[in-house]
């Protein structure tokens, strides 16, 4: 029987960063289907692949099985107001999102990186 967290934490994952099950299978050296079938509990990923995946997102093994992972996990919501609060781990600045801004930054997470080259360019173009 397929660990439920695990699973669960696989999906949530996924969607955080934005990548559909292609994008992440192919990030992962899997096929789409092989992906599915852990998502749709048809099949137990192996010990290999757990390992990979938890390398690929920078967690610990516990924390992929065991914990439950927030797709909120990397901001901290406000009390009120339309925005999120995401904390920068390197300064003691505050920036505050809105829910498109979020968006538009995890579809810039799951871009390929030819596509991301291209949208700093035009980031960048426009000072």
């Known amino acids: 029987m397929a660990n439920i967290q695990l699973i669960k934490n696989?999906?949530?994952i996924r969607n955080k960063f934005g990548y559909t099950q292609e994008v992440l299978a192919k990030k992962l050296n899997i096929s789409r289907q092989a992906y599915s079938n852990y998502e749709n509990y048809k099949r137990e990923p192996d010990l290999n692949f757990i390992i990979q995946f938890a390398q690929k997102f920078d967690l610990t093994l516990d924390q992929l099985v065991?914990?439950?992972i927030s797709p909120y996990e990397?901001?901290?919501r406000e009390q009120s107001g339309p925005y999120i609060a995401a904390i920068?781990?390197?300064s003691s600045k505050t920036l505050h999102l809105s829910e498109s801004e979020i968006e538009m930054i995890l579809k810039y997470r799951s871009l390929p990186d030819d596509d991301r080259r291209l949208v700093d360019k035009?980031?960048?173009s426009v000072q």
């Open 10 to 12: 696989m999906k949530t």
């Open 66 to 68: 065991l914990q439950n």
């Open 74 to 76: 990397d901001v901290i």
């Open 88 to 90: 920068q781990d390197d």
């Open 122 to 124: 035009v980031l960048n």
